[in-house]
């Protein structure tokens, strides 16, 4: 473990020089906000000595050269909405927030690009692309209030990453503050690049660890001119995962393709004070097709209507878009209402397991008397496990979630997954990558880390431990 110095009278004054001292939080129970994100496990809170919240690059570029000078570590934050408890400052010191850099600086609707700070909401990202009749593709379950650098820090996925990838897909280029203080942007307005190391791809999905995103050039695309959301609604879960390859085999070509356990769409159904289709007895399969022709929609949704009636649908509806994604995008919340003490998992796994992977992390939640909960981007394989403490008694739910855990993560790898598709590693899962990641690559991931941050000063304990 990296000894760090605390940050002293000194240290506070000149943060407060660099970005004034309305912008300096010190009083313990504001600062108790940013000692976390949305995990609600109490051994991944940990409170910082102060928060910081920068308006430039230039003054988070020295706040991290004085960072570096006195050997305190510097936990950078979007909005909080993290599942993996990345944005806790695990060392203590500086939370480095970026809600106040939150300007959207251009749309060029003729070039089809954005220029956003990183503290704006995915959602006015996305609302902007459509009033310039574009599309911003990335589209997270927690676009309402995420950030875009958050999104990009982690390399978010969402409900459309089946169609259109995920984040690192919609950009074009970062302004980055590197981990000793410089100032550059990697990327550009460049279709294709071989001119070096890919090093805007290398930052994005990493969390915070090699540099603090503070700017990003946004890809725009085309509006569909059609789109039509249809729910499939089945009996069992496994209908419903057997449909999914089907599905893509056919090439019906889904925007998106999500999965709702009936666990799931009850309490989103309960949490939203809402009434579900069959949200008694169904499993949903929610899938959005567009099209830029309206016949070729319709041959679309008829296609998708055979498949899944084929493989045991109780019905294939065109639902209230806006309640059925909705109960999607509540599930989080519908989760922590049901039981706070729980672990959110977003383990990815090759489309051909899905069925399979289903099946047994039921049977291993059961196994230990855990209750789960789950809906997934059955598209591209990426499994979100909501373990609910069950009849798991208080006292021991933090050694029965570890063998939990190690169970599913164990069964994860056998088949080719990975632990993560889109929420990241965070402090969460740091421990668990030096038990099944590939030892090589952990090697190069830590020397790179190493490399470029020579002090291990930004956002230690994330991802992976350093010796």
Same mark, same amino acid.
């Not at 949305?38 to 690059?57: G, K, M, W």
């Not at 010191?93 to 251009?106: A, P, S």
């Not at 169609?163 to 590197?178: D, F, H, L, M």
């Given at each position: 473990?990296?000894?760090?110095?605390?940050?002293?009278?000194?240290?506070?004054?000149?943060?407060?020089?660099?970005?004034?001292?309305? &912008?300096?939080?010190?009083?313990?129970?504001? *600062?108790?906000?940013? @000692?976390?994100?949305?995990?609600?496990?109490?051994?991944?809170?940990?409170?910082?000595?102060? %928060?910081?919240?920068?308006?430039?690059?230039?003054?988070?570029?020295?706040?991290?050269? *004085?960072?570096?000078?006195?050997?305190?570590?510097?936990?950078?934050?979007?909005?909080?909405?993290?599942?993996? %408890?990345?944005?806790?400052?695990?060392?203590?010191?500086?939370?480095?927030? *970026?809600?106040?850099?939150?300007?959207?600086?251009?749309?060029?609707?003729?070039?089809?690009?954005?220029?956003?700070?990183?503290g704006v909401k995915t959602q006015d990202v996305q609302t902007a692309a459509k009033e310039a009749g574009l599309l911003y593709a990335g589209d997270p379950s927690s676009g309402d209030n995420c950030f875009i650098g958050g999104n990009i820090a982690t390399n978010a996925g969402g409900n459309k990453a089946i169609k259109y990838g995920t984040t690192r897909q919609q950009v074009y280029a970062i302004e980055i503050v590197t981990p000793t203080g410089e100032i550059t942007e990697l990327g550009g307005l460049l279709n294709k690049s071989t001119s070096g190391y890919s090093l805007e791809q290398l930052v994005i999905g990493s969390e915070g660890t090699l540099g603090i995103i503070t700017k990003a050039t946004l890809k725009l695309?085309?509006?569909?001119?059609?789109?039509?959301?249809?729910?499939?609604?089945?009996?069992?879960?496994?209908?419903?995962? $057997?449909?999914?390859?089907?599905?893509?085999?056919?090439?019906?070509?889904?925007?998106?393709?999500?999965?709702?356990?009936?666990?799931?769409?009850?309490?989103?159904?309960?949490?939203?004070?809402?009434?579900?289709?069959?949200?008694? $007895?169904?499993?949903? /399969?929610?899938?959005?097709?567009?099209? &830029?022709?309206?016949?070729? /929609?319709?041959?679309?949704?008829?296609?998708?209507?055979?498949?899944?009636?084929? &493989?045991?649908?109780?019905?294939? /509806?065109?639902?209230?878009?806006?309640?059925?994604?909705?109960?999607?995008?509540? #599930?989080?919340?519908?989760?922590?209402?049901?039981?706070?003490?729980?672990?959110?998992?977003?383990?990815?796994?090759?489309?051909?397991?899905?069925?399979?992977?289903?099946?047994?992390?039921?049977?291993?939640?059961?196994?230990?008397?855990?209750?789960?909960?789950?809906?997934?981007?059955?598209?591209?394989?990426?499994?979100?496990?909501?373990?609910?403490?069950?009849?798991?008694?208080?006292?021991?739910?933090?050694?029965?979630? $570890?063998?939990?855990?190690?169970?599913? *993560?164990? #069964?994860?790898?056998?088949?080719?997954?990975?632990? @993560?598709?889109?929420?990241?590693?965070?402090?969460?899962?740091?421990?668990?990558?030096?038990?099944?990641?590939?030892?090589?690559?952990?090697?190069?991931?830590?020397?790179?880390?190493?490399?470029?941050?020579?002090? /291990?000063?930004?956002?230690?304990?994330?991802? #992976?431990?350093?010796?």
């Amino acid at each position: 473990m990296k000894a760090y110095n605390k940050i002293n009278e000194a240290v506070l004054v000149s943060l407060q020089a660099i970005v004034g001292e309305k &912008n300096v939080v010190t009083d313990a129970d504001k *600062l108790v906000t940013y @000692s976390q994100d949305e995990v609600t496990d109490s051994r991944y809170q940990h409170l910082p000595e102060a %928060a910081v919240f920068p308006e430039t690059a230039e003054q988070v570029a020295e706040i991290i050269k *004085l960072a570096n000078r006195e050997l305190i570590p510097v936990t950078p934050r979007g909005a909080g909405t993290g599942l993996a %408890a990345g944005a806790a400052p695990i060392y203590g010191g500086i939370v480095l927030g *970026l809600e106040k850099m939150n300007k959207i600086l251009e749309v060029n609707a003729e070039n089809m690009y954005m220029v956003v700070e990183a503290g704006v909401k995915t959602q006015d990202v996305q609302t902007a692309a459509k009033e310039a009749g574009l599309l911003y593709a990335g589209d997270p379950s927690s676009g309402d209030n995420c950030f875009i650098g958050g999104n990009i820090a982690t390399n978010a996925g969402g409900n459309k990453a089946i169609k259109y990838g995920t984040t690192r897909q919609q950009v074009y280029a970062i302004e980055i503050v590197t981990p000793t203080g410089e100032i550059t942007e990697l990327g550009g307005l460049l279709n294709k690049s071989t001119s070096g190391y890919s090093l805007e791809q290398l930052v994005i999905g990493s969390e915070g660890t090699l540099g603090i995103i503070t700017k990003a050039t946004l890809k725009l695309i085309p509006l569909p001119q059609y789109k039509m959301d249809l729910l499939a609604v089945f009996p069992d879960a496994e209908a419903a995962i $057997d449909t999914v390859f089907k599905l893509l085999k056919a090439g019906v070509d889904p925007t998106s393709l999500e999965y709702m356990d009936n666990g799931a769409v009850k309490i989103c159904a309960r949490y939203l004070k809402e009434s579900l289709p069959h949200q008694q $007895d169904g499993n949903y /399969l929610i899938i959005t097709i567009e099209t &830029n022709d309206e016949d070729a /929609l319709d041959d679309k949704a008829v296609q998708i209507d055979e498949i899944c009636n084929a &493989n045991g649908a109780i019905a294939t /509806l065109v639902p209230d878009s806006k309640k059925i994604w909705a109960a999607r995008k509540a #599930f989080g919340d519908a989760v922590r209402e049901e039981s706070y003490i729980h672990s959110s998992e977003d383990m990815v796994v090759p489309v051909k397991h899905l069925p399979h992977a289903m099946k047994e992390i039921a049977a291993i939640c059961a196994k230990h008397s855990a209750v789960g909960r789950t809906v997934a981007h059955a598209g591209d394989g990426n499994i979100h496990l909501n373990i609910l403490q069950g009849d798991i008694p208080a006292e021991a739910w933090p050694t029965k979630i $570890d063998e939990i855990l190690e169970e599913l *993560l164990a #069964f994860t790898y056998r088949i080719g997954g990975k632990m @993560s598709g889109e929420h990241g590693i965070g402090s969460k899962r740091a421990k668990w990558m030096h038990k099944f990641a590939d030892p090589v690559q952990l090697k190069m991931m830590q020397a790179i880390k190493k490399a470029v941050d020579p002090n /291990l000063i930004l956002n230690p304990g994330t991802v #992976f431990l350093m010796e």
